[in-house]
């Protein structure tokens, strides 16, 4: 079992950078693999980026390559989302996720595959 707690969200303007947290429970956090989700009124959950449980893979929606950086510290069983140089279409509830079968770009990036979820942080971008 894996608790998941998102923090960092907020009001920024546009241009602006936040940083997302995601604290999770559990001795085995390091064997899972951890995304990022966001999802808008009115929208469907849309992936943002992900991260393998080893560190070495990196994946990124392209509408935020560039701008957006997943890390993980496993020492601290915490993934971060960097975010900058956001824009009003980043608004959005963003969750974090986490699943310890997960090994592929495919599998990664499909929010239905994901076990584990947090509430979600809602981060709001102002023109």
């Known amino acids: 079992q894996v608790q998941l707690v998102e923090s960092g969200g907020g009001l920024v303007q546009a241009g602006g950078s936040l940083r997302l947290s995601c604290a999770a429970s559990g001795r085995t956090f390091s064997r899972y693999a951890m995304g990022w989700f966001r999802q808008a009124p009115g929208k469907e959950r849309e992936f943002v980026a992900a991260?393998?449980?080893?560190?070495?893979?990196?994946y990124y929606a392209d509408f935020v390559k560039g701008r957006f950086t997943i890390s993980r510290d496993n020492a601290k069983n915490t993934v971060y989302l960097q975010m900058n140089s956001l824009n009003t279409e980043d608004t959005a509830v963003y969750y974090c996720?986490?699943?310890?079968?997960?090994?592929?770009?495919?599998?990664?990036?499909?929010?239905?595959?994901?076990?584990?979820w947090g509430q979600g942080t809602q981060v709001t971008v102002s023109s």
């Open positions: 996720a986490a699943d310890s079968a997960l090994i592929t770009k495919a599998t990664m990036t499909q929010w239905g595959n994901y076990q584990y």
């Open positions: 991260i393998s449980w080893s560190v070495r893979n990196t």
